[in-house]
């Protein structure tokens, strides 16, 4: 714990960061008030009905309390294809993080045709929590004040609402800065054409040097250019942040399953037994303490390394398989695929399948262009991507909900299930894809990871003020040591197993 920083409740850095924004905790409660109607002679929905209507011509979806029928809204909506992850399920959490405060009040209520029953196991969260709530507000009113801000002739500086200001904003990229940035294409032109130059020199010409650098280019593709995609934070353009979601299916795997699987799953059940992150690998590996102890665990902070390596091959043959299901293992209903979906599915397996073992087969033959080349790649582009993604949650300190509680305040929850490092590094921003600010990711997950530093002081700031502990570790190192600790912790019996007391740490809210 001892390379945990405290919690920023002021600085320089804060404040130049929250400069223009003028509104305090009580002004912004006051003017957002998300309360809707009681409709007792609505009727009563539950996630079995929701299955039901699970498709675009028949889209259902539970947001909060209620029930909508957006079939109608689909085609009409301003961010294109992300709908669909919501259809047919409860989409609470996709909902709140993809859109301006107003919608849910001014849009949703013509769409409502009756009450969700929420299954016991699937968290009822607070979406209107004060903390939440000036949160919110506080970063949108920092892009609305941003700089060459395209809307700035529809600002009301003079308000100190946000209602008044936001609600004049109908567009899907309503504040600009919000997605596009320069700095993002500039790393995406960079990753790929890097990627290319080691991919001739290794896969064609047949030098390992080559390929093991292009392995780490190549995991950059999925953590810095696909993971924005697949969020709708590449480009105010659906379109846009679709075709780059689309790299991960160039990638070999599936953007369609990695949307249920990250969006869906393990954004809406962070560190929960719902969580198919910190549920994945077992029973090989146990990340979360909900999962049943076996005598093999004792070792997984040994052996653990090693089956990183296979990440990426599982990706070939995984996700066609959970297509086939029509589900995400055990507990993520996947929505019924276009005919569009599917040829994509089957056109980029091919297409994978014949730069990574095709083109290098015919190339260097079928012992170092077949096996060594491929083997070399996919076990180090495994190990990359693996790596970055399990150290902001999967470590020792930070909270798993049913191990200390379950918290209901859905922002809260993100900031104490989650861990940034090494935020002051650029390098450490650019190497990570934006994921060393992993908790300002979580709480705003469309907004692309190169705006994520600016928003930062924001976060900081108003976690003090409602003291709520931020983890933040000094370096990548230090966040990995405690992901090894974790792994040692979880390899215990549940007898042996000491929990980390976060008792003290929340009732001073702050990290020691």
């Not at 912004?28 to 002679?41: G, R, T």
């Not at 047949?206 to 995609?229: A, N, V």
């Not at 962070?270 to 590996?285: A, C, E, I, R, V």
């Not at 530093?453 to 924001?458: A, D, L, M, P, T």
Request: with cysteine; aromatic share 16%; charged share 20%.
């Amino acid at each position: 714990m001892t390379e945990l920083r405290n919690r920023s409740t002021s600085s320089s850095e804060t404040s130049s960061t929250l400069k223009a924004t003028s509104l305090d905790s009580k002004d912004i409660v006051e003017n957002i008030n998300h309360s809707v109607k009681d409709e007792k002679d609505l009727p009563e929905y539950t996630t079995e009905d929701l299955l039901k209507h699970g498709t675009k011509e028949d889209a259902w979806t539970a947001i909060g309390d209620y029930v909508y029928d957006v079939t109608k809204w689909i085609d009409r909506h301003p961010g294109g294809w992300l709908i669909m992850q919501g259809v047919g399920r409860d989409s609470s959490v996709l909902f709140e993080t993809s859109h301006p405060l107003y919608v849910k009040k001014q849009i949703l209520p013509k769409y409502r045709i009756g009450k969700f029953t929420r299954p016991k196991e699937h968290f009822n969260y607070n979406w209107d929590s004060e903390f939440y709530t000036v949160l919110r507000g506080r970063v949108e009113d920092h892009f609305k004040n941003k700089p060459n801000n395209n809307n700035n002739n529809l600002n009301n500086n003079n308000s100190t609402t946000t209602t008044t200001t936001t609600s004049k904003y109908l567009d899907w990229n309503y504040f600009k800065g919000y997605q596009d940035s320069l700095e993002l294409w500039v790393q995406f032109l960079q990753t790929v054409f890097f990627f290319l130059v080691c991919y001739y020199f290794g896969f064609i010409q047949g030098h390992i040097i080559p390929t093991i650098i292009g392995s780490w280019f190549f995991s950059q593709i999925g953590i810095m250019i696909m993971h924005d995609g697949n969020h709708g934070a590449t480009s105010k353009s659906p379109t846009l942040s679709r075709f780059m979601g689309m790299f991960m299916d160039f990638m070999g795997a599936s953007s369609f399953v990695w949307k249920h699987e990250h969006n869906i799953g393990h954004h809406q059940f962070t560190n929960s037994s719902l969580d198919p992150d910190s549920t994945s690998g077992y029973p090989f590996l146990r990340y979360n303490p909900s999962q049943t102890w076996k005598p093999h665990h004792r070792f997984q902070h040994l052996y653990l390394w090693v089956l990183y390596c296979f990440v990426g091959a599982k990706w070939y043959a995984s996700d066609i398989i959970y297509v086939i299901q029509g589900k995400y293992r055990k507990d993520i209903k996947l929505y019924k695929p276009s005919n569009e979906e599917l040829g994509l599915l089957i056109m980029t397996k091919t297409f994978a399948l014949m730069w990574g073992f095709v083109v290098p087969i015919y190339c260097n033959g079928w012992f170092w262009g077949g096996l060594v080349l491929p083997s070399i790649s996919l076990s180090l582009t495994g190990y990359f991507f693996a790596l970055q993604f399990v150290v902001t949650h999967l470590a020792d300190d930070v909270v798993f909900p049913e191990e200390y509680r379950m918290e209901r305040d859905w922002a809260k929850c993100q900031v104490l299930t989650t861990a940034n490092y090494n935020t002051t590094s650029k390098v450490s921003e650019w190497l990570s894809g934006g994921l060393n600010f992993q908790i300002e990711h979580h709480l705003f997950p469309t907004i692309s990871h190169t705006h994520l530093r600016e928003i930062s002081g924001i976060v900081k700031k108003t976690c003090g003020e409602f003291r709520v502990p931020y983890f933040e570790h000094k370096s990548y190192w230090g966040a990995l040591k405690h992901h090894y600790e974790h792994l040692k912790r979880m390899g215990k019996p549940p007898g042996e197993c000491q929990g980390v007391d976060f008792k003290q740490i929340f009732e001073a809210g702050k990290v020691e």
